[in-house]
């Protein structure tokens, strides 16, 4: 067996051991644990859409300065969703959520694959794509309200999605509720985020309990988890539960 291979497959055992021994497991994911159902993370090598870097798109300035770009970019990755669907990875976690061995899981994805692939205790810490509101009052709208530009049908404020924009707060109950679920962990499983993003990126450090890392790329700042995966998400997450299926 190469050595890759072979390290592969002792981490693979190792995460299995670790799961089987915790009582309280908590997962944080990010867009690399929804690549692999087609949707593209944000950085990772290669265009994201049209070549724009989608955080000048993501942002409260964006949408009160210039909603047209904003606007495109959101209907796109809408749309693109429609199209997608939860991989196995997403069904493993909402099989080993509903016999109890995960406790809950915590993403910054706003694409709600988690629920879709079974999960039920989810904290969406970037909100979600696929509800809406009015910026300015905060009514709700809905999709195809959103979709076909329209405004507020109360203030004529502008439409977009629930999801958190760079210079917002965090919702707040999903960001509590998460970080006492982590502060209880007695294992962390951190999957396909790149950790760049603040605050999500504390949450790792703020447990007592172990912390395994996996994700497509792995670099020194990662040492500071008790075990490194470099893999993706779904296959590592088959490979673990082919071992409990034994
Ligand atoms: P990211 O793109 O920064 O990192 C994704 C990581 O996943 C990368 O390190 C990549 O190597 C890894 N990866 C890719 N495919 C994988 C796979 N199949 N298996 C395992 N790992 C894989 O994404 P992030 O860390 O989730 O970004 C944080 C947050 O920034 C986002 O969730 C989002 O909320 C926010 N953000 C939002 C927007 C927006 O449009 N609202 C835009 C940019 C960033
Ligand atoms: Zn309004």
Redesign the pocket.
């Known amino acids: 067996m190469k050595q890759e291979n072979l390290s592969f497959s002792t981490d693979i055992h190792e995460l299995y051991s670790l799961l089987k021994k915790s009582n309280h497991v908590v997962i944080l994911?990010?867009?690399?644990?929804s690549?692999?159902s087609g949707i593209p993370?944000?950085?990772?090598k290669g265009g994201w859409w049209k070549n724009i870097d989608?955080?000048t798109?993501?942002t409260v300035n964006a949408l009160e300065d210039n909603y047209d770009l904003f606007h495109e970019?959101?209907s796109f990755?809408i749309k693109a969703l429609e199209n997608c669907a939860p991989h196995e990875g997403h069904h493993i976690l909402g099989r080993w959520q509903n016999k109890g061995m995960i406790a809950h899981i915590a993403?910054?994805?706003?694409d709600e694959l988690h629920e879709k692939g079974g999960s039920s205790s989810v904290d969406h810490?970037?909100g979600t794509?696929l509800s809406y509101r009015c910026h300015e009052c905060q009514s709700e709208a809905s999709k195809i309200e959103f979709l076909k530009k329209e405004s507020c049908s109360h203030c004529s404020g502008k439409l977009r999605p629930n999801?958190?924009?760079?210079g917002e707060a965090l919702p707040d109950q999903a960001w509590k509720h998460s970080l006492r679920q982590i502060q209880q962990a007695d294992l962390v499983i951190v999957?396909?985020?790149?950790?760049?993003?603040y605050p999500?990126n504390q949450l790792p450090t703020m447990t007592r309990g172990k912390t395994v890392y996996?994700?497509?790329?792995v670099n020194d700042e990662h040492t500071f988890f008790d075990l490194v995966i470099k893999?993706?998400?779904?296959e590592?997450l088959m490979k673990v539960d082919q071992l409990f299926e034994k």
């Open positions: 994911t990010g867009a690399g644990f690549t692999e993370d944000f950085r990772s989608p955080l798109v993501a970019f959101y990755r993403t910054q994805n706003v810490l970037h794509i999801v958190t924009l760079f999957i396909g985020t790149s950790l760049q993003v999500v996996i994700n497509k790329e893999g993706s998400a779904k590592t």
